[in-house]
C-alpha cells in the first residue's frame, strides 16, 4: 500500500505559504508503514482538484487531500469528490451537533452555513474535527476506482494533525502490512562527501529493504536510515545493524543516532553531570545562548550569556585586556581565549564558551575574510586544572548562515570538551 | 507562460524535509509574472523522476526541478534527463574551475567526482553554483517537447536562491508577458479577525485583478496584496493604491510595507537616528539580541547584550535588586524595568529592552502561567529624561513559540518607543 498526499490551496502555489502538512502526513503515514509516493501541490481550481485526485488513484492505493473544506467560498473539495464519484451528501449529525455548540459558545446563531458543514459524502466515514468545525471523511471509492481510499481533511495544520492522530493512523493501521523503522544519524564537523568517503562499504552493502539519505543542513550533514518490512523485530534489527556499521566508521563526528538537535545533546549532557555553563559571544549575537535556551530544563544548567559585540563590552564585561585586542585583533584566537575565562570567572561556571568572528557582509580583510570564526572554551570541572583551548574555522554563507554556523562550531567545541572529561 | 515545479527528494516524501524551495521559487517566478499550476515531490528513484519529468513537461511551459545534482549516489537527476532527451555531458570549464578551486582551498586533492560534477547537458545554458559545487542547467527542450524549458538546480536551499536570483529569473523575465506586484504589509500587535475588520471597505471594493492574502505566522499577521496585469505602471498604480487604503485605515499597526523583519525595521530606525541599543534578556535566552544582530550592520547600534537567566546574574549584571525579585518574583515588570534601567546605565546606551517571564513547558502558576512576559524599555534621549515603561502579554505556545512571540513583543516595544520620539 503506498500514497499519495494532495495539498490544495493557491496560497501554497503562490509561496505565501509553506507546505507543513504534508510532511507532517508523511511522518504519521511512515510509523504504520504506509510510504509516500507523490505529493501534488494543485490550485483551488475545480478542474485542477478533479484532475490532481483522478490522476492520484489511478496511481496510489491511499490518497490524502487536505484544503477546501472550510466555509469560505474558495473551499471546493467535497463538491468536487462528490461529482467525480457520483454521490449525494449526507447530514452528519455528531458533527452537526459539535458545530452548532462551538458557535453557541461564542454567542453565535445558527445559520444555514453550519448545516451545510455538517454535510458529509454519502458512504463515507466521518473524522470528527476536534480543533474546528467541517469533518473530514474516509471514502472507498468503490469498485470503479479499484476500491481505492480517499481522504479529505481541512488544510488548518491544528485540525488535520488531530484527525491523522485520532482517526485516519487507527484507521489504516490494519490495513497496512508493513512495518518502517528510520533512525536519524546526527553528524558534526563533515561534510556529505567526506561522510560518503567514510562509509561507502555499507552504502554498497546495504540491503534491499534498507535505504540511507543524506540530510545536509546549514551546519553540516546528517543521515536517515529506513528500513521496511513486514516482520517487526528484523525490520528493527537490521536497521540497527546498519546504524552500528555507520557509527563504528564515523563514529567521531557523530553527536546522536536519535532526532536530537546539538544543543539538546549540549544540555543533556550538562544537566546528567551537574555541570554549569556560560556563553560569551560576539559575532554569534547571542544565538549560541538563545540555541541553548531552546531546550526545555537548560535553566538547570544554562546560568548567563554575555553578547558583547562592541570592544568596550568585551573589556567592560568580561575582562579582556585591551592590549590583547590591539596586538591580535577581535577575531583571534587571543582575544576568544580572554572572553572564553573571563567568562568562567565572572559567572561561576564549570564551562564557558565565546565566539568571535566576522559574519558579514562587511568587515572582512585578506587574512581575516567574512566567514572566519574564533571559537574558544574554558572549563575548570571539580579540583581540575583551568583548560582554555581556541580553534579558527572559516565558513562560505550569508551573515545569517554564518551565524548558524558559527553558533554550530561553538556548541560542537562544547561538546567536545564536555565529552573529553570522563567523570 | 506558466511554471511547474518539482522538488525530488525521499527525505520530502517521508516528512523527514519541510520543502522551502518550492515556495521561494514560487514567489521569484511571481514577481516576474509566471503563475505556478502545480507543485511535485517526487522519490530519487531514476522512474519517479523520469515520470514526473515527462508529465511536467506535457503540462507547463516551463518546469523546475530541484534536488539530485549532488555528489552522493542519490542524486541522479541529471541522468534521466539526459536519457529522456537523448543528450551526452559536456565539461563546463567554468565550473570546474570553481570546483577545483574550492576544493584546493580547504587543502584536498583534486579528484574524479570533481570532474564528474562540472558535467553539464549537451546544449543546456550553465546557471553558475556561487554558493556550492554542482551547477545548475538551463534547458531548451527541443522540438519533441514544444521548446518548453528545463530548468535544473541543486535541493541545498542557499545554491538554490543564489541561481535563482542570479541567472534564471533573469532569463526568464523576457518571456514572460505578465507583470505582478506583491506588496506585503507587515503588521504587529493586531490579530486576523480585528484587522480584517478594520479594512472590509477596502476588500469589497477590490479590483479585479487584484488579491488580497492574510498571512497569519507565530507572532500576528501579515497582508500581502498582489495585482497582475500587462501594463507594467498600471499594476504598480493600483496595487499603490489598494496599499495606501489599507494602510490609512489600519496604519497603526503597520510597521513595514517591503518585505522587511521587524529586526531590520527598528536597526534601520536606530541608525537613521544615531542611536545606541542594548538587550537584557531572562526568558528569550539571547534571541531578541541574535534577531537584532541578524541584520547586516547592526554593529552601528547595538552594543551588547545579556543573558541574564539566574536572579544572580540579574543582581550582578544588571543590579536588580534582590528584594524587588523577593517581593515580586523575577518575573514580574518590577524586575523587567529594573533590568532595563540597569541594562541602560552598565552599556551607556541610549535605549534598552528587558524581557523576563515563562517559556515553558515548566515553570508556570495560576497567577503566572506558561506564556507570560514582561517586556521593559528604559530610554533616554539627548537632554530628555529617562522613561521606563513596561507591560505585560500572555502567549499560548511551546517553548520555542513563546520565545519567538515574546521576543516579537520587546522588538515591538522598542519600535513603539522609537516611534513615540520625534528627532
Known amino acids: 500500500m503506498k500514497a499519495d498526499i494532495i495539498s490544495i490551496g493557491d496560497e501554497l502555489l503562490k509561496g505565501h505559504r509553506v507546505n507543513t502538512n504534508a510532511p507532517f502526513i508523511a511522518i504519521e503515514l511512515g510509523r504504520i508503514g504506509i510510504p509516500v509516493n507523490r505529493i501534488i501541490t494543485c490550485s483551488d481550481d475545480p478542474k485542477a482538484i478533479r484532475d490532481t485526485v483522478t490522476d492520484s488513484l489511478g496511481d496510489a492505493e491511499l490518497v490524502l487531500v487536505t484544503g477546501g473544506l472550510g466555509p469560505t467560498r474558495d473551499d471546493r473539495t467535497r463538491t468536487v469528490v462528490q461529482e467525480l464519484l457520483g454521490r449525494g451528501l449526507v447530514s452528519d449529525p455528531g458533527s452537526y451537533e459539535r458545530i452548532v455548540d462551538i458557535f453557541r459558545k461564542r454567542g453565535r446563531e445558527v445559520t444555514e452555513t453550519m448545516r451545510d458543514q455538517a454535510l458529509v459524502i454519502d458512504g463515507s466515514v466521518t473524522i470528527p474535527n476536534t480543533k474546528g468545525t467541517a469533518p473530514g471523511m474516509i471514502i472507498d471509492c468503490g469498485e470503479a476506482f479499484g476500491n481505492r481510499h480517499l481522504v479529505l481533511m481541512p488544510g488548518v495544520p491544528a485540525e488535520m494533525e488531530a484527525m491523522m492522530k485520532l482517526t485516519v493512523i487507527p484507521f489504516f493501521t490494519p490495513m497496512s502490512g508493513a512495518f518502517i523503522r528510520h533512525t536519524p544519524i546526527m553528524t558534526m564537523g563533515i561534510g556529505e562527501t567526506q561522510l560518503a ?227
Do not use: W
Open 197 to 423: 568517503g567514510m562509509i561507502v562499504d555499507v552504502e554498497d552493502g546495504m540491503p534491499e529493504h534498507t535505504t540511507l539519505s543524506y540530510l545536509p543542513h546549514a551546519a553540516g550533514v546528517s543521515l536517515m536510515v529506513s528500513t521496511s518490512g513486514t516482520d517487526r523485530q528484523a525490520v528493527e534489527d537490521e536497521n540497527r545493524r546498519i546504524v552500528d556499521a555507520i557509527v563504528s566508521r564515523a563514529g567521531a563526528f557523530v553527536y546522536a543516532t536519535a532526532d536530537e538537535t546539538l544543543e539538546e545533546v549540549v544540555v543533556r549532557t550538562l544537566i546528567e553531570r551537574g555541570l554549569r555553563v556560560a556563553v560569551a559571544e560576539s559575532c554569534t549575537g547571542g544565538l549560541v545562548s538563545s540555541r541553548l535556551t531552546d531546550v526545555p530544563g537548560s535553566s538547570e544548567c544554562f546560568l548567563r550569556g554575555l553578547v558583547t559585540y562592541s570592544n568596550e563590552a568585551k573589556e567592560d564585561l568580561l575582562g579582556v585586556d585591551a592590549e590583547t585586542i590591539r596586538l591580535h585583533g577581535a577575531v583571534s584566537e587571543s582575544v576568544a581565549s580572554e572572553m572564553a575565562r573571563g567568562c568562567l570567572r565572572k559567572s561561576g561556571v564549570d564551562i564557558a564558551v565565546a565566539t568571535t568572528g566576522i559574519a558579514g557582509p562587511g568587515g572582512g580583510s585578506p587574512e581575516k575574510p567574512v566567514g572566519t570564526v574564533c571559537v574558544a572554551v574554558a572549563s575548570k570541572f571539580g579540583e581540575g586544572a583551568l583548560q582554555v583551548e581556541a580553534s579558527t574555522f572559516t565558513m562560505h554563507g550569508d551573515r545569517r548562515l554564518n551565524k548558524a554556523r558559527f553558533s554550530e562550531a561553538a556548541l560542537r567545541a562544547l561538546l567536545a570538551r564536555l565529552r573529553s572529561f570522563s567523570v
